[in-house]
């Protein structure tokens, strides 16, 4: 590759970095771009067949064998790299040995690490690297830096950020070694830790499956793919960067959707329990996908989401990015590539430190404008609220603590209190069971209420027992769905408030009659500026099956 097809030109200063990992899918690539740069770059792995036959008939390329487990302070002394770049990965469950290995030889240190808790933790050798007088820098890829980059590009002066959604579509073309979905698998259908709801709350890898399309102005668009949460540094390190501790949310896949589906299916497994990781398929199911290469595009995407208000006003932005050509893979070391002339030339502050904040969109360009990618940045007017669509323009009769409510923009949380009373007949148990509502008593009360273009889902949590319900528009009414029981309501106001009408249901695809349905006279209505509620449901003839009543406020703020 010629330094002009790197988007940069030579550097002003030549230095020799080792890459560990030099030979690999995105470690070879990055040893490129800086080889084409006029830096002498020491390509360091475990196999020195490998790194031999990489650097063959290439100048200013060395091959070294480097195990980055291992010890490297004999490399580092006969080499004196002014820089040690650490691409190899994976960082899931990685120590920071390399990078103490580093701090003693005084050498600085980058990697393209995507794992949480490496990236997230790196500040804990702060000290050390402050000492040593050399950076330390961890994440410089697609996540957290470019990512940090476009959400620090999408702010805006008065933006009270609510939400943000992250997605990257991977092209099946796309080279991934078993690095990478070593890294993959060893989060599907693990725990994560996710901001949503206005609380820290458990998800589960891989799960949360959600269909998106990624467009851009004047470019052939993606068409429908298929992607699952992901466990990246930006879950952390985003909600603190804002006061209002934003929902965030991280999906990643690639283009063919029985792959995704497939891993979905896999994640439940070790969700239950019944097997401990996927991590140890890496190779079999590499092995799996390298079959179905010739399937799907060269086209790789990823989005970026904010959401919230402006000057009181909601507010959506968005910024999309399409790489054509199999340029997607090229992405992860953009960062990487900024950041070594940063830290060469001595324009990088020293101690430890995420890469999230390090860059700006504007410096991505250049690497961007030398290949097939192109993106956008849009300002999208937010639809109404699904009670607005239903209600009209009675929505503005409500009190504003019903209005807040039930004005989500795309993810909020309320907190509160709620007093539960339990049917006595079997029946009325075996339903209320069945549908998943609360136990009796006095209850500690959160509700979550995620929103999209076609609906809300409430995630009501009891003392820490949930359940949940679908809520979407039907004509003038209002349909809510708790598994494949389907109820449709008109929203009358009232003087105070609320109320919820049942006018139909149905099981599946199929209208049942109105006088066999549940009997609910549920309500909503403000008291002293706090939304209160009250929903009583009952069987035709057996009576009560359970009563809830309470209050609620927006999570934040004061009970």
């Known amino acids: 590759m010629l330094a002009a097809e790197a988007g940069i030109s030579r550097p002003a200063i030549v230095k020799t970095i080792l890459i560990l990992g030099g030979y690999g899918g995105f470690g070879g690539r990055l040893s490129h771009i800086l080889i084409a740069r006029g830096h002498h770059v020491l390509v ?27 010890d490297i302070a004999g490399i580092l002394v006969q080499y004196q790299p002014d820089l040690v770049i650490d691409a190899a990965g994976p960082f899931q469950s990685s120590s920071y040995a390399l990078i103490h290995q580093c701090i003693a030889a005084a050498v600085p240190y980058l990697d393209l690490a995507d794992s949480r808790d490496f990236v997230c933790g790196i500040e804990i050798l702060d000290q050390a690297a402050t000492t040593a007088g050399i950076s330390v820098i961890s994440g410089a890829s697609s996540v957290p830096a470019l990512s940090g980059a476009v959400i620090r590009h999408l702010m805006s002066d008065g933006l009270s950020v609510e939400a943000v959604e992250m997605a990257i579509s991977a092209s099946n073309r796309a080279t991934a070694g078993p690095s990478v979905s070593k890294a993959i698998l060893s989060y599907v259908g693990k725990a994560i830790k996710i901001r949503r709801g206005g609380q820290w709350q458990t998800a589960y890898g891989w799960q949360d499956l959600r269909e998106l399309r990624f467009t851009i102005a004047g470019e052939t668009g993606t068409g429908k793919r298929m992607v699952g949460l992901a466990d990246v540094p930006d879950l ?28 979905w299916f896999a994640s439940w497994a070790v969700r239950w329990g019944w097997i401990r990781s996927l991590a140890a398929m890496a190779k079999m199911l590499l092995s799996l996908q390298n ?51 940063k830290i060469v030339q001595r324009q990088a502050k020293v101690g430890a430190y995420d890469a999230s904040k390090l860059l700006t969109l504007s410096e991505f360009q250049p690497l961007f404008d030398d290949h097939a990618i192109a993106h956008e940045t849009r300002i999208l007017t937010p639809t109404a609220s699904l009670y607005q669509k239903v209600m009209g323009s ?69 003392s820490g027992k949930k359940f949940s319900s679908r809520l979407e528009r039907s004509s003038r009414d209002l349909t809510e769905s708790f598994g494949p029981f389907q109820f449709r309501f008109g929203l009358p106001t009232t003087d105070k408030g609320l109320q919820m009408e049942m006018t139909g249901w149905k099981f599946w695809f199929v209208p049942l009659p109105l006088f066999l349905a549940p009997k609910s006279q549920a309500s909503e209505w403000d008291q002293d500026g706090i939304f209160h509620f009250d929903v009583p449901i009952a069987l035709p003839i057996v009576g009560l099956m359970v009563h809830y009543r309470g209050w609620l406020k927006p999570s934040g703020s004061k009970a």
């Open 44 to 70: 360091a792995g475990r196999r020195f067949q490998r790194a031999a036959r990489f650097c063959q008939n290439v100048e200013n390329a060395t091959p070294v064998q480097a195990d980055r487990d291992g």
């Open 394 to 462: 009675e929505f503005q009769k409500l009190p504003t603590s019903l209005q807040t409510l039930h004005s989500v923009i795309r993810d909020a949380g309320f907190h509160g209190e709620a007093q539960v009373t339990n049917g006595k007949n079997l029946l009325a148990k075996l339903a209320a069971k069945i549908f998943g509502f609360p136990s009796a008593g006095q209850h500690d009360l959160h509700v979550h209420i995620a929103a999209d273009d076609k609906g809300e889902t409430w995630v009501r949590s009891f």
């Open 291 to 341: 079959i179905t290469r010739s399937l799907g595009s060269d086209v790789s995407a990823m989005k970026v989401e904010l959401f919230g208000y402006a000057n009181d006003q909601p507010s959506r932005k968005s910024w999309t990015l399409i790489a054509r050509r199999g340029d997607g893979p090229q992405i992860p070391t953009f960062a990487a590539v900024l950041l070594v002339e």
């Open 236 to 263: 952390d390190l985003v909600p603190h960067q804002f006061d209002t501790e934003p929902a965030v949310s991280f999906h990643a896949g690639t283009e063919l959707s029985f792959q995704n589906r497939a891993l």
